[in-house]
């Protein structure tokens, strides 16, 4: 390890920290000094490191490493694992990928890797997998994300473009300026603002909140879940139903349309299509008006507040903000489509602090003005199979090879894996129907997993390779999406037997004749001053200077300059949309899509509408709840689960779930004891706490611990074993965890 004239620092998704190290142990975090409201979720690897949960050498399940690929799969959760040496492994691994290759095809190679391992630009752990992949023909990839992915592929369809406008939201500074009234769908949401992809160097988003409402912003929050707005901002509630937002911007929309408070100049010069979504709006087409009336009755609001809403709306300047969790829900393309009509509707779209917005808070970097640099990261390569899911499509392609599905407007056709291999994810977390899941997962012959700890994946693979954390390797936390640029230090070795991703990957690469195809001849210190040097050019384009490497390291953090004007999402369009054309057909926002239309699907037609969810309190039987199951606040996904911050927040090692005082009442439960949350796809334990900040009729409990099976019941209260593994349409075929019906029962 490198001697520095200064304390090492360590960055990941949740914030940056200085390290202490005594006698080769790291024995605290310590919370960045730039950052005004550090997340404590970092300091819960401590005690982790090296615990009981640390897997420290190459493990191999018994019934595959007796019987060979395709052994006992039915076993894997409860084999036991037999220690090997990494040649052993590496062999293993080479002869097993041969196998498959030579009597299936690349495409029966599945990459589920699916982000979030480390903060670093080198140690990227799926770039890693798939480049190596990629020097030996290909795999399986996936589409999307399980956070938003039906706005990933509907939204272009609407606006052109989706990553591009979710980057650059308006500013917070540009809000509290110029913004009045700022309504969120689904809240803002502080404790999601504690992560952001590639590094947190500063978390912005209280301060930005509370920034506006100090300028006299007004919040209204429209969520289930009084928390999705922290009481301290005095914001006003709006406690809908869960998954009927779609309806509720319907019956503001009809509200506009019926008073004449739409802004017509702008859906004349800026939009196409409103006169076919107006038919429907209004009942011409269907029948049926999208009343105030007709909203209350679906989201169980008053219409009186409906038609107030609209009103505020329409004479006030004016920001909608959606969330991503709106999209987990069936028919998830829906809620998006419909704000982003709510918003042309008023006619604010490119304006200071109006306008539209995706998910306020549900990252740290969403609102924070910065400059978007194209840095360097570690090559993938090509990939010369392109078989492909949505990324929500697991379970169905495991189960169904050679079935048809439809996505975006094509049919494919799911391949037949025979090898699935996981580095820097945990589907055992993020899958909805976990229990289907766990069944499907024995259809594959192999499954390796790169892990660093044992959890549910490293516990159902196969062969489990013992991977570092970003404590024990060097790298850089330098990311678009955060103004910080941090040198990521080795702070200690490698625990026991584990390597870094970029190591392990080599190791297979030389058993199979790739290793310089797979390193270029470079040694990740080379890789990472190359990643360095070509984003210093990069930066330089936009006007950014970046220091040489070793200043860098002396240093050891930078923080590049925000530009020098708030960011305004779609200014240049709406300054002159001729000169700056939205990259749809039209050129315009399309409210009407004549491309999805033609598509000629029955669950996501042309325009925004509502459709009735599967599961939703609509259809409810009496004794139903409906859950939300969203983002935790003490880890990010379930990364952290088994430390002292995550497990401070269940004394009685299960998950926490609220519930409104009426709904515990009604089943005779009581404040602190153990409740059991059951459907007809399983079960899971929960710690019960009664609060009026939740909607009656729903329940909440966070995503994130650890999957520990018995029988089809989680003993940790992991939500996704009772969640509806079903695409949010034929479109985007996205995750709808967030439509869910379960019963509550004591233990």
């Not at 010069?269 to 429907?280: C, L, N």
């Not at 090559?379 to 169905?396: C, E, M, S, Y």
């Not at 991977?467 to 790298?475: A, F, H, K, P, Y």
């Not at 305004?568 to 491309?595: Q, V």
Request: charged share 20%.
């Amino acid at each position: 390890m490198t001697q520095l004239d200064r304390d090492l620092l360590t960055s990941s998704h949740w914030g940056t920290y200085g390290v202490d190290v005594s006698d080769g142990h790291v024995t605290a975090l310590r919370d960045f000094e730039q950052d005004p409201d550090p997340s404590p979720i970092g300091h819960g690897i401590v005690d982790v490191l090296n615990g009981p949960t640390r897997i420290t050498a190459p493990m191999v399940r018994k019934g595959w490493l007796e019987g060979g690929p395709g052994a006992a799969p039915d076993k894997r959760g409860s084999d036991e694992f037999i220690e090997v040496s990494w040649n052993e492994v590496n062999d293993l691994i080479a002869n097993e990928l041969s196998r498959v290759k030579r009597s299936h095809g690349n495409s029966a190679i599945y990459a589920g890797s699916y982000g979030w391992a480390s903060a670093g630009r080198f140690h990227h752990a799926q770039s890693q997998l798939k480049r190596f992949l990629n020097c030996i023909g290909g795999y399986t990839s996936s589409k999307n994300t399980y956070s938003y992915a039906a706005a990933e592929v509907v939204v272009p369809h609407v606006l052109g473009d989706f990553g591009r406008f979710l980057n650059n939201c308006t500013s917070w500074e540009s809000i509290t300026s110029d913004c009045e009234l700022f309504v969120a769908f689904g809240g803002v949401p502080l404790k999601n603002g504690q992560i952001s992809q590639g590094g947190v160097g500063a978390h912005v988003q209280k301060g930005g909140l509370q920034s506006a409402v100090n300028a006299g912003v007004k919040f209204v929050n429209i969520s289930p879940l009084r928390s999705d707005l922290l009481c301290q901002f005095e914001g006003e509630w709006l406690a809908l139903r869960p998954s009927t937002d779609t309806a509720l911007m319907l019956g503001l929309a009809h509200v506009l349309v019926n008073e004449g408070l739409q802004n017509q100049d702008f859906l004349d010069s800026y939009t196409v299509g409103f006169e076919i979504f107006s038919a429907y709006l209004l009942g011409d087409s269907d029948g049926v008006p999208k009343t105030a009336e007709w909203a209350a009755e679906i989201c169980d609001l008053p219409a009186q507040d409906i038609r107030a809403l609209a009103r505020r709306m329409a004479q006030s300047r004016t920001m909608i903000s959606v969330a991503w969790a709106l999209t987990r829900q069936d028919h998830g393309e829906q809620p998006f489509w419909a704000a982003i009509t709510l918003a042309a509707m008023l006619g604010q779209i490119g304006l200071p602090g109006t306008g539209i917005g995706f998910g306020y808070s549900a990252t740290n970097n969403v609102g924070l003005a910065r400059y978007q640099i194209d840095y360097a990261s570690f090559p993938q390569g090509q990939n010369a199979v392109k078989n492909f899911i949505p990324v929500a499509r697991l379970t169905d392609m495991l189960e169904n090879p050679g079935d048809a599905f439809s996505y975006n407007g094509n049919f494919y056709e799911y391949p037949d894996i025979r090898l699935v291999w996981w580095a820097g994810g945990n589907p055992f977390h993020h899958h909805q129907d976990l229990n289907r899941m766990r069944r499907a997962w024995a259809r594959p012959e192999t499954i390796i997993a790169n892990e660093w700890c044992w959890n549910a994946l490293a516990q159902h693979a196969d062969i489990v390779l013992p991977c570092t954390t970003t404590l024990e390797r060097s790298d850089i936390a330098m990311t678009p999406k955060d103004p910080y640029i941090v040198a990521m230090d080795r702070a200690i070795n490698p625990v026991g037997k584990s390597r870094d991703d970029h190591s392990i990957f080599r190791g297979i690469a030389a058993k199979m004749d790739v290793e310089e195809n797979f390193t270029e001849g470079r040694s990740p210190q080379e890789w990472q001053r190359w990643i360095w040097d070509v984003s210093r050019q990069q930066a330089a384009k936009v006007g950014v200077t970046l220091p040489d490497w070793d200043t860098f390291q002396r240093c050891g953090w930078i923080k590049v300059p925000k530009p020098d004007v708030p960011i305004i999402m779609m200014e240049k369009f709406r300054a002159n949309p001729k000169t700056h054309p939205l990259s749809t057909p039209s050129g315009k926002i399309e409210i009407h899509s004549d491309t999805i239309a033609s598509f000629n699907y029955e669950d996501c037609p042309g325009h925004p509408v509502w459709l009735k969810p599967e599961e939703w309190l609509g259809n409810a039987s009496p004794l139903q709840l409906h859950m939300i199951s969203n983002q935790p606040r003490n880890k990010l996904h379930s990364q952290l689960d088994h430390g002292s911050v995550s497990k401070s927040d269940r004394p009685k090692g299960v998950e926490p779930v609220t519930m409104h005082p009426r709904d515990a009442a009604a089943r005779g439960l009581e404040a602190g004891q153990i409740v059991q949350l059951h459907n007809s796809r399983g079960a899971c334990r929960a710690q019960l706490t009664i609060s009026e900040t939740i909607r009656f009729g729903v329940i909440q409990i966070a995503t994130g611990a650890w999957y520990q099976p018995d029988g089809d019941t989680c003993q940790h209260g992991n939500p996704n074993v009772l969640t509806l593994d079903k695409g949010t349409s034929q479109l985007a075929q996205g995750p709808i965890a967030h439509s869910c019906l379960v019963e509550v029962r004591p233990e």
